[in-house]
């Protein structure tokens, strides 16, 4: 397991929350130095994805190996911003409190920070651009700067694999833009592997090798040629989608104009989707319960 290249395997993985089968027939790898987004509609199970690669959830088949070593045993090599962290984060912290809790944990308060953990904590804030605000409290900073103070501190000890959920939902688009800019430079400049639960691709399009899509119940990862294929995407959103590529070479995913997207039923059959995503486990016999909430429903 150690020898593998990859920094993140599923081997024919699920998570079963009471009764209902959230996915399976998860058997994908992701290799190490990508940019991957988790993309799929609301409740496909994207969050559940993370917190299984974390080791936060039981997998109710099959395995998850994360950095080398089964799920849970390597977290002290991740950086992990949750979901809602900038709304749910203790606003009476200052940014340089919340980036040392990334170093201290719990111990924060009782334990008395030490110079190396401070200039680590200094090294997080710079790399994010929010070294200036290191004093102000959470309180007094915008939703984008509190972002990066989430970032900074799952950076703070230098993980080798960074996950973040929905990091740029309720950003504007300066903002969003500042978030991805920083994290286009932790995998450049620092090799680091990134992983983004994200409902609209297109600011993370310039950056992204590949996905990790949640359709009908089953995760698949793929590179970016295969991600980017409106068919796919039309059924993964459940809404009419196309991929549009200006003549300057950027790409972006949009609702196919002149087509109300809240109308629109993806038309494709699961057959025809299997053929898209080489579905290797192949049977429409799979199709749960999930479907029903991965299918028909808009993504944003
Ligand atoms: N604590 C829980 N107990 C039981 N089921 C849960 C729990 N948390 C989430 N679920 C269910 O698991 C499924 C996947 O949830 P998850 O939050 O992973 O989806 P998601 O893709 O991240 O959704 P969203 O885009 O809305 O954030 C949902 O059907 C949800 O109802």
């Not at 959230?22 to 799929?40: E, K, L, M, R």
């Not at 932790?186 to 090799?191: I, Q, R, V, Y």
Request: aromatic share 4%; net charge negative; glycine share 8%.
């Amino acid at each position: 397991m150690s020898k593998n290249p990859d920094c993140i395997v599923f081997d024919d993985a699920a998570i079963t929350r009471g009764d209902h089968v959230i996915w399976q027939h998860g058997t994908f790898s992701i290799p190490y130095g990508s940019v991957t987004a988790i993309v799929g509609t609301n409740g496909a199970g994207k969050t559940t994805m993370m917190k299984a690669e974390l080791g936060l959830l039981p997998l109710s088949h099959g395995s998850v190996t994360v950095l080398g070593k089964p799920a849970g045993q390597a977290n002290k090599r991740i950086g992990y911003v949750p979901q809602s962290y900038v709304s749910n984060v203790d606003s009476n912290l200052t940014a340089e409190q919340s980036v040392l809790l990334g170093l201290t944990g719990t111990r924060f308060g009782i334990h008395l920070v030490t110079r190396e953990e401070r200039d680590k904590a200094r090294q997080a804030m710079e790399f994010t651009g929010i070294a200036d605000k290191a004093q102000y409290r959470l309180s007094e900073l915008s939703g984008g700067l509190r972002q990066r103070v989430a970032i900074a501190q799952a950076l703070v000890s230098d993980p080798q694999l960074l996950m973040l959920d929905e990091p740029l939902a309720n950003l504007d688009l300066a903002s969003q833009r500042a978030a991805v800019h920083v994290l286009a430079r932790l995998n450049k400049e620092l090799g680091m592997t990134i992983q983004v639960v994200a409902h609209d691709l297109n600011m993370l399009l310039p950056i992204m090798t590949g996905a990790v899509y949640l359709l009908d119940g089953h995760p698949h990862y793929a590179d970016m040629g295969k991600v980017l294929d409106s068919d796919l995407l039309t059924h993964l959103y459940g809404t009419q989608v196309q991929v549009v590529t200006t003549p300057q070479g950027d790409m972006f995913v949009t609702p196919t104009p002149d087509e109300p997207d809240t109308q629109m039923q993806d038309m494709h059959t699961a057959t025809e989707v299997a053929q898209m995503h080489h579905h290797d486990h192949g049977s429409l016999h799979d199709r749960t319960a999930v479907d029903a909430s991965a299918a028909g429903k808009d993504g944003k």
